[in-house]
């Protein structure tokens, strides 16, 4: 039996829900997709799925799936694309989904992130085809990837026009030069753009799940997740991860993007090594709690914006320095007494 203060809690879980997707569905309906909308679904799916678990620890299987639903039919009816509010809903609803289908017969992260991670992926791959037939009619991601690549030319013709004012009408020749490699590159660009929100769904997955566990411990129920430990790739991966990686510069144009996408999203492993020893060592050093959440968060924040960058960007310098960590054998002191 669910109590009052209990179904008050559910109620805010939903209503949050509810109040994320009505505010990005209202916000594709007034300004359609684009760049900005992007990050306003990455945001929308953080909130969504972190409450949508938070509700599924408190009140179990059965309820959490029945808002779920709600939640994701309430996406479909409130776009006016029916496309894009499946694709709305795929994203919010992927990753509570998939851990609610695998949390209670595998808790600890290592065994759920192995089954429920690819879950998710799978779902969201699966409403973004939707997506693409419902919106393009097209049962591929060719349409998504050219609509992308109209948008980042749009936007650098309206910054072009804008520099050209700030100029007084004449551009700069090197100004000149980076628009046009702009363009050059506008495919490039675009691939990486709808990749964001796969590695957004990466994070999502990890954030959702502690937030989630963390806030069943404070209201005494017992945590799932164990240690975090337990993410940290094994030796014998990480090498053969590098050698894909070294490998992958002999790759043929049409295999290297998407292998590059497979790498650079398996590489977020290595950061989260690197943040969570930084995190380890930073709690032995006696610092407060919320200090070292602020150093995760950010950390990994610009991991995500500097993800496929050059060499030395925040996300390469953590991937080198994790998968350094993942290969180095262990040191076993012996303490005599």
Request: glycine residues 8%; aromatic residues 16%.
């Amino acid at each position: 039996m669910i109590s009052i203060s209990q179904l008050l809690r559910v109620s805010w879980n939903f209503l949050l829900s509810i109040a994320a997707i009505l505010y990005t569905t209202a916000s594709y309906n007034a300004g359609g997709f684009g760049i900005d909308f992007g990050f306003l679904m990455i945001l929308c799916a953080l909130v969504v799925s972190t409450q949508a678990l938070i509700l599924f620890r408190r009140v179990g299987t059965l309820v959490g799936w029945s808002a779920m639903a709600a939640l994701g039919l309430l996406a479909v009816l409130t776009a006016n694309d029916w496309g894009t509010g499946v694709l709305i809903a795929a994203f919010c609803l992927a990753v509570p989904l998939s851990v609610s289908l695998f949390w209670p017969a595998f808790r600890g992260i290592g065994p759920l992130s192995r089954r429920a991670l690819p879950s998710a992926g799978g779902l969201l791959f699966l409403g973004t085809l939707a997506y693409n037939y419902l919106h393009f009619d097209e049962w591929n991601f060719s349409p998504m990837l050219e609509r992308t690549t109209e948008i980042v030319r749009a936007f650098t013709d309206q910054w072009e026009q804008m520099m050209a004012q700030v100029y007084g009408g004449k551009l700069p020749e090197q100004l000149l030069t980076f628009a046009k490699a702009f363009r050059e590159q506008a495919g490039m660009m675009a691939y990486n753009l709808l990749l964001m929100p796969v590695f957004a769904l990466f994070g999502i997955f990890f954030i959702a799940v502690f937030l989630a566990d963390r806030k069943a411990k404070a209201e005494g129920t017992p945590r799932w997740c164990g240690s975090w430990r337990a993410l940290i790739p094994p030796r014998g991966i990480s090498w053969i991860y590098m050698l894909i990686n070294i490998l992958s510069v002999f790759a043929g144009e049409r295999l290297y993007l998407p292998l590059t996408g497979a790498l650079n999203l398996f590489g977020f492993f290595y950061v989260f090594t690197a943040v969570y020893k930084l995190e380890r060592f930073l709690a032995k050093k006696k610092l407060h709690g919320f200090w070292r959440g602020a150093i995760v968060v950010i950390l990994f924040a610009l991991s995500f914006i500097t993800v496929g960058g050059s060499t030395l960007t925040p996300y390469t310098l953590l991937l080198f320095a994790g998968w350094w960590i993942a290969t180095t054998p262990a040191w076993i002191t012996a303490i005599r007494k």
